[in-house]
């Protein structure tokens, strides 16, 4: 044991629920939507009005997807390894890096090889991204414009134009997405005519 007392352990919840909520970018309005826990409930927990059960810590668990130990900031025990969960989508493999609701979300995509170039099927949808290519060369239709992209090129554009990822060559490709609601911006901009950091 880290030497603590039950009412240390408990008085530190609140501001860790509290600090995890605000990391997340979500309101208590939020939480109590996804929950089913009231505001003033959450409100209560979060200045140590209110003591923590197991009741209200479970669900706040999954919404802030971290371990139950982690709500009560007990020691890591265990094995650290992370195991993601690959999704294929469109015959593409998205691997997610991050796990919580809210704010920006961040793959790893894998564009698989293929002997005939795939015919484009531009998709819309709220919000922004931004991409960066590990390995091969990225074909990136957005809005009127058709792109190539190499290894250590990145793009950033608004996700309400159509758009459509594919290999350039019809050799596998990696990247990174990161994906953000619509306002959420990557800082680092790429000019569309060249597909570079702008000088």
Do not use: C, N
């Amino acid at each position: 044991m880290d030497g603590r007392t039950d009412d240390e352990v408990l008085d530190a919840v609140g501001p860790r629920l509290r600090a995890l909520r605000r990391d997340r970018g979500l309101t208590l309005a939020d939480v109590a939507a996804v929950t089913g826990v009231s505001e003033s409930t959450l409100s209560r927990l979060e200045s140590g009005r209110r003591r923590a059960t197991l009741e209200l810590l479970l669900p706040l668990s999954r919404v802030y997807d971290v371990p139950l130990d982690d709500l009560v900031g007990a020691p890591r025990t265990g094995d650290p390894r992370i195991h993601l969960k690959p999704v294929t989508r469109f015959g593409m493999t998205f691997v997610p890096l991050s796990r919580r609701p809210g704010g920006v979300h961040a793959f790893k995509l894998m564009i698989p090889a293929r002997p005939e170039p795939a015919a484009p099927t531009p998709q819309t949808h709220e919000g922004f991204e931004w991409l960066y290519v590990l390995t091969g060369r990225l074909r990136l239709l957005v809005g009127e414009r058709d792109l190539t992209l190499s290894a250590g090129e990145a793009a950033e554009f608004d996700t309400s134009l159509p758009h459509w990822l594919g290999t350039a060559d019809g050799k596998a490709v990696e990247l990174l997405v990161l994906f953000g609601l619509q306002g959420v911006r990557a800082h680092l901009r790429t000019d569309p005519r060249t597909g570079r950091e702008p000088e």
